[in-house]
């Protein structure tokens, strides 16, 4: 039945899909870059203990304190330094939010992860997108280009990139960051996979430059489940991301889960070595099949096989009971396909059947 009546969503939601991530009920799941193991077991008892003593009839601390005194110290820097949302991507919303809105132009290098174009839009900020090379690099000169043009409120920047997994030139970030610093602007650093290669935009974090980088504890820290995530950034920028976070968006749980995790970042760089090997190990063994790789220095691997036919691979692994990601139809990645490296059993289900369907 029609209803005539009924309120329309706003144009900049009714002109949007929502971003899916589709699920199938297969044996081995590397679609959505998670960790294959559980964060150790002393920090669940740790965290059983703690639940004890949650005052549940009170809110939550608002300013989460102990969290990003904890954070702070973890990425050295400041306690005013460090804002914690429901997930990285909610750290990006409240950026965009508070820096973004009408008027106000969000950029873009595409491909790249689709949530800082969905949410950027979602706030009502322009979407400018540019473009990165034949090979998925960015071209520093046509960067410097595109600031300079659009002079938007915020650039983004993912390093390693989601989904090519190719990871930013520090002198490309130093070259970006002087450029916004004249607009002004902001840069956005994404290092949700920032863990699996040596480079990091945090060193460059202070109170002058225009930069703000986004962690995350779904992927390194292998608690996707706890939504949550931060961004180190100068005191100024966390300042008024407070303002439009919605009161106690924190609850004490997912501080406390937070807090946690941190005393065991051993065990966190043990995974961590342990999927950049296992990474390292599938890249060799795609060397031997008819696909095409991308380097890769994140949690994943974006390929494309040789035939050029994506969804027929992606249906011969999913036949198999292994599902990856399949960007077939996603702009200019046609035929492509982006694999999580899990546990070495799991990759080498992966590798097996990736053989059998090539074959
Ligand atoms: C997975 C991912 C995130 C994580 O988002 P959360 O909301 O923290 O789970 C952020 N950025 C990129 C590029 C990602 O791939």
Same mark, same amino acid.
């Given at each position: 039945m029609s209803s005539p009546d009924r309120l329309s969503v706003r144009e900049s939601v009714a002109l949007m899909d929502g971003y899916h991530s589709p699920q199938l009920d297969v044996a081995v799941r590397l679609n959505t870059n998670e960790s294959p193991v559980p964060p150790p077991e002393g920090w669940a008892e740790a965290l059983q203990a703690a639940l004890a003593d949650i005052e549940w009839h009170r809110y939550p601390d608002r300013g989460a304190h102990e969290l990003r005194a904890a954070l702070a110290k973890h990425e050295g820097v400041a306690p005013e330094q460090v804002f914690a949302a429901n997930g990285s991507n909610e750290v990006l919303q409240c950026l965009l939010l508070a820096f973004g809105g009408p008027g106000r132009i969000a950029l873009t290098f595409e491909p790249t992860y689709a949530l800082h174009s969905h949410i950027a839009r979602l706030s009502a900020t322009q979407v400018v997108s540019g473009e990165r090379e034949e090979d998925f690099s960015l071209d520093a000169d046509y960067a410097s280009t595109m600031v300079a043009e659009h002079r938007p409120a915020v650039t983004f920047l993912c390093s390693p990139n989601n989904p090519t997994g190719m990871v930013e030139p520090p002198q490309l970030v130093?070259? &970006?960051?002087?450029?916004?610093?004249?607009?002004?602007?902001?840069?956005?650093?994404?290092?949700?996979?920032?863990?699996?290669?040596?480079? +990091? /935009? !945090?060193?460059?974090?202070? *109170? !002058?430059?225009?930069?703000?980088?986004?962690? +995350?504890?779904?992927? +390194?820290?292998?608690?996707?489940? =706890?939504?949550?995530?931060?961004?180190? /950034?100068?005191?100024?920028?966390? /300042? *008024?991301?407070?303002?439009?976070?919605?009161?106690?968006?924190?609850?004490?749980?997912?501080?406390? =889960? %937070?807090?946690?995790?941190?005393?065991? *970042?051993?065990?966190?760089?043990?995974?961590?070595a342990m999927l950049v090997a296992e990474r *390292?190990?599938? =890249?060799?063994?795609?060397?031997? &099949?008819?696909?095409?790789?991308?380097?890769?220095? =994140?949690?994943?691997?974006?390929?494309?096989?040789?035939?050029?036919? %994506?969804?027929?691979?992606?249906?011969?692994?999913?036949?198999?009971?292994?599902? !990856?990601?399949?960007?077939?139809?996603?702009?200019?990645?046609? %035929?492509?396909?982006? !694999? +999580?490296?899990?546990?070495?059993?799991?990759?080498?289900?992966f590798l097996s059947a990736l053989s059998e369907v090539l074959a």
């Amino acid at each position: 039945m029609s209803s005539p009546d009924r309120l329309s969503v706003r144009e900049s939601v009714a002109l949007m899909d929502g971003y899916h991530s589709p699920q199938l009920d297969v044996a081995v799941r590397l679609n959505t870059n998670e960790s294959p193991v559980p964060p150790p077991e002393g920090w669940a008892e740790a965290l059983q203990a703690a639940l004890a003593d949650i005052e549940w009839h009170r809110y939550p601390d608002r300013g989460a304190h102990e969290l990003r005194a904890a954070l702070a110290k973890h990425e050295g820097v400041a306690p005013e330094q460090v804002f914690a949302a429901n997930g990285s991507n909610e750290v990006l919303q409240c950026l965009l939010l508070a820096f973004g809105g009408p008027g106000r132009i969000a950029l873009t290098f595409e491909p790249t992860y689709a949530l800082h174009s969905h949410i950027a839009r979602l706030s009502a900020t322009q979407v400018v997108s540019g473009e990165r090379e034949e090979d998925f690099s960015l071209d520093a000169d046509y960067a410097s280009t595109m600031v300079a043009e659009h002079r938007p409120a915020v650039t983004f920047l993912c390093s390693p990139n989601n989904p090519t997994g190719m990871v930013e030139p520090p002198q490309l970030v130093e070259r &970006l960051l002087t450029d916004i610093s004249a607009l002004p602007g902001l840069l956005l650093m994404d290092e949700a996979y920032g863990q699996f290669d040596p480079h +990091t /935009a !945090v060193d460059l974090v202070d *109170e !002058v430059r225009p930069l703000a980088v986004a962690r +995350t504890y779904s992927k +390194t820290w292998s608690m996707a489940a =706890a939504r949550l995530g931060y961004l180190v /950034a100068p005191s100024w920028v966390v /300042a *008024e991301l407070d303002k439009v976070t919605l009161p106690y968006h924190l609850d004490s749980f997912k501080q406390i =889960a %937070g807090r946690l995790a941190l005393d065991y *970042e051993d065990e966190m760089n043990d995974r961590v070595a342990m999927l950049v090997a296992e990474r *390292e190990r599938i =890249a060799a063994a795609l060397d031997q &099949l008819a696909v095409h790789h991308w380097p890769s220095g =994140a949690n994943f691997i974006l390929l494309r096989p040789d035939s050029g036919d %994506g969804d027929g691979v992606w249906q011969g692994l999913v036949d198999r009971s292994v599902l !990856v990601r399949n960007c077939s139809s996603w702009p200019r990645l046609a %035929g492509c396909l982006r !694999v +999580t490296v899990g546990s070495p059993a799991e990759n080498d289900a992966f590798l097996s059947a990736l053989s059998e369907v090539l074959a």
